[in-house]
């Protein structure tokens, strides 16, 4: 790839994303892109916002890109990136790794007709589309993300972001009111301890 875009990787962002990547397969033929050409097209993509199929020509396939995202978003291999790089963002600032509070808000956002699937209307704010409830710690850092029709009532939507069963995930300790705010019990420690 000659061109370089602001999504590029950089070499020393490459170099962490591979420690966390399942070794490649040995059997079957080797591979025609490199696995950094598909990923710096999997983040052009998810940086601007186009299209699968309105890859830049110096990229790999749209097909050969979209496979790999499928097939690292079906072995969770996202989640595991994510969820280590927020340990690893929480240490640097001096936190714990694993969060005891978390924010919980839900935010009704308009679609196009085209995106069929997930849609309702959210009276209250009058929006047709859907409704994403999202889960942070207090640093801001994404805990969980789960999308409903935007009808879908916030109470039900946070029962069902709390209770997908994430091997990390914390379950809630005490609520501290209207507001959101969670406090998590963590696998061992106080709770309290690295707010």
Known sequence: MSTSYPSTLSDAEWEC???????????????????????????????????????????????????????????????????????????????NARPSAAIMDAQSVKTVEESAGIC????????????????VDTLGLLLAVYVTPAD?????????????????APTPQKNLGRCGILILTRFSGDPEEGI
């Open 17 to 95: 994303l591979q420690r966390h990547l399942p070794p490649l397969p040995r059997r079957g033929r080797p591979p025609i892109h490199s696995l950094r050409a598909i990923f710096d097209a999997i983040f052009y993509v998810l940086r601007t916002g186009c299209p699968w199929r309105y890859l830049p020509a110096n990229f790999p396939p749209w097909q050969t890109v979209f496979y790999h995202f499928r097939r690292l978003r079906l072995k969770g291999t996202w989640f595991r990136l994510l969820t280590a790089l927020r340990e690893a963002e929480r240490e640097q600032v001096g936190r």
């Open 120 to 135: 309702g209307f959210d009276a209250h704010k009058c929006v047709k589309g859907r409704k994403r409830h999202i889960l």
């Open 152 to 168: 879908f009532h916030d109470g039900k939507g946070a029962r069902c972001l709390l209770g997908f069963p994430r091997p990390t």
